[in-house]
Structure formats: structure tokens, C-alpha cells
């Protein structure tokens, strides 16, 4: 089983569409996570960290749940620009404080 | 205030060639980081250093890849001789403290033919 798994995807919504993606992870010891965005052939660039009383930032809501190991990132009224592959990312102190990755979702906004 | 830099943007080479991978962290970031991401595969890590320390090498593949970090600034990673599977796109980040939020670089391209 991988440390951090998340949605296969690839998810292909319309314009103004609502979606959520799902990460868990398997270390309990996990302390930091994070949502990034990665464009092709780009690198990855922070799009929001998790807390768990949960955080918004315009239409991103991410939210943490430790006691189930979860996290999960929802976009309100999808934009084509929202297109991109979303990275769910953990962090262990005891890791060093190297960063886990799943192997991301996919979004494809259409008009 | 600049971000991370990665140099060269791609490298192509022929197996058991040389290459050298450059990573220039942002200004007083102690934690650097090399994470490679291989064809269909997702990003892993390779390792950690704190100023010039390697603090986790557990991620490096085998003995052919060689990280430093001289004075703890840049860093370079080395792969000698490379092969056919070390194809990918090389990943660096740098944070201020562990845990916090890393930054990553447009990452190095490689090509091993």
C-alpha cells in the first residue's frame, strides 16, 4: 500500500462544476500536508496547506481529518484555468521532514 | 525575491555519459531537497540536506547518483554512470524550516538514451 493515495482520476467536469479530491495517508506520525497544483511539464507549486479546522481560500476548501488520515480539497465553480494535475503532499517530522506524494488527480475543466 | 533555480532545464545524454544537475535554493533556506519523478511513476523523494549535512539519503536509487552541497548553499546531484532508467524529471525544493512549506524548481529534464 502506498503512504499517500489518492483519487485515480482523471476527472473531466464542465465549467462551473463543484468537485472534491480524496488523499489519505498511512503515517500516523504525518504532520504537515499540503495540496499542490502541477501544470504539465511544469513543477509543482503550493496551492494550499491543510489544517484540521480546515481552511479556505476563494473557491479552494481543504479539510483534514487525522483521526481518519484524510484529507480532501474542494473547488467550487470550476474555471478552465483550474485545469492541472492536484498533488496531495505529507510531510513527517520523523521522515527528516522529507515530503510524501501521491501520484496526483488529474482535472480536465471544459467549457 | 528569487525562487528556486535548477539548471539545465534538460539534459540529453547517451548511457554511461555524465551529467550534473544544479539546484540553487531560495536565499537562507537551510532544507534542500532532491526528488526525481520517473515516467508514469509519482514524485519521490531522494534526499535531504540541512546547510550542507545530508540529513536523509534513503530515497537515492544506488551508488551511481552523488548529492553534495558544498557550503551549503547549492547543490549539485551527480549521476555517473547514467542509465536508460534514470530518465525523469529532477525536482529540487528548499524550505526554511522542516514541515514547512517547500518550494520547488522548474526541474531538470533528463533524457538518458
Known amino acids: 500500500r502506498k503512504e499517500v493515495e489518492q483519487d485515480p482520476g482523471p476527472f473531466n467536469v464542465p465549467e462551473g462544476a463543484t468537485v472534491a479530491f480524496n488523499c489519505t495517508y498511512s503515517n500516523s506520525a504525518s504532520q504537515s500536508f499540503f495540496w499542490y497544483r502541477q501544470d504539465c511539464r511544469k513543477e509543482p507549486k503550493l496551492l494550499m496547506s491543510v489544517y484540521s479546522s480546515g481552511n479556505e481560500d476563494g473557491r479552494f476548501t481543504a479539510q483534514l481529518n487525522r483521526a481518519s488520515q484524510y484529507i480532501s480539497l474542494l473547488i467550487r465553480d470550476s474555471k478552465l484555468s483550474d485545469s492541472a494535475t492536484y498533488l496531495c503532499v505529507v510531510t513527517a517530522i520523523t521522515n527528516a521532514g522529507k515530503s510524501t506524494f501521491g501520484d496526483g488527480t488529474t482535472l480536465t475543466v471544459k467549457p | 525575491e528569487a525562487g528556486v533555480t535548477q539548471f539545465p532545464s534538460h539534459s540529453v545524454i547517451e548511457k554511461g555519459q555524465t551529467v550534473t544537475l544544479r539546484c540553487d535554493p531560495i536565499s537562507g533556506h537551510d532544507n534542500l531537497y532532491w526528488y526525481r519523478r520517473v515516467m508514469g511513476k509519482e514524485i519521490k523523494f531522494l534526499l535531504h540536506f540541512v546547510k550542507e549535512s545530508k540529513q536523509d539519503e534513503s530515497g537515492m536509487p544506488n551508488n551511481r547518483f552523488l548529492a553534495e552541497r558544498t557550503g551549503g548553499t547549492y547543490s549539485t546531484l551527480k549521476v555517473q554512470p547514467a542509465e536508460l532508467e534514470d530518465s525523469g524529471v529532477y525536482f529540487c525544493?528548499?524550505?526554511?524550516?522542516?514541515?514547512?512549506?517547500?518550494?520547488f524548481g522548474p526541474g531538470t529534464r533528463l533524457t538518458v538514451l
Open positions: 525544493a528548499s524550505s526554511q524550516n522542516r514541515a514547512d512549506t517547500q518550494y
